[in-house]
């Protein structure tokens, strides 16, 4: 594991995200993108999935679905999210809380052109989170969507879009020896709001 530092000082949660998110990339063997994801159902049951985080920067944090899906649904009925990244290569977690917002159908269509082309295939082939006869059925939509844009680009589905975490929450966590972990948290009323920082027990 890395040298421990004094995150603790840090004064701007975006700053330290980054830096932590960088070390990651170093460090963690698989995915250090990844995150889980989690809504709460129509009678406030939560729900959790991992996904791919696809940007961060002081707007928020992005990934992108298929708004039919569970997710999608329980988004539109309550925007709100919560997220977190746990990187077991460097004894760290991030938690994130806050409502969601859209993203601009210029972002969507600009990330969706950089997914390999069997991806974008796919979003048009899965109706996702919803009941499927069998797996050759969606290799059938998968090869009928194949035929389909075969002579042209693969164009990004309506259903098919992004969702920014403006977060209100954002807190950093580092393993302790004995279970001391180092914990902060940055908070505010409204994402637009001035944070406030506060140090927490383990």
Not at 33 to 49: C, K
Not at 122 to 147: D, M
Request: hydrophobic letters at 40%; proline letters at 7%; glycine letters at 6%.
């Amino acid at each position: 594991m890395t040298e421990i530092q004094d995150f603790t000082a840090a004064e701007d949660p975006f700053a330290l995200f980054q830096a932590w998110f960088a070390e990651a990339g170093k460090t963690e063997p698989a995915d250090p993108d990844a995150m889980a994801v989690a809504t709460v159902d129509p009678h406030g049951l939560p729900n959790v999935r991992m996904i791919l985080l696809k940007g961060a920067d002081e707007r928020g944090f992005v990934f992108y679905t298929n708004c039919e899906s569970a997710k999608g649904q329980e988004l539109g009925a309550n925007p709100k999210a919560a997220l977190l990244f746990y990187w077991k290569s460097l004894g760290r977690q991030i938690r994130v809380r806050g409502p969601i917002a859209p993203v601009t159908d210029a972002e969507a269509d600009a990330y969706f052109a950089t997914r390999h082309r069997e991806s974008r295939i796919g979003a048009w082939a899965s109706q996702q989170s919803r009941p499927l006869e069998s797996r050759a059925a969606l290799e059938e939509a998968v090869a009928r969507y194949t035929q389909e844009f075969a002579d042209t680009a693969v164009p990004r589905p309506l259903h098919w879009h992004g969702y920014r975490v403006l977060p209100v929450e954002i807190e950093f966590w580092q393993n302790g020896a004995y279970r001391l972990h180092d914990r902060i948290v940055f908070r505010r009323a409204e994402p637009d709001d001035p944070w406030t920082k506060m140090r927490l027990n383990p």
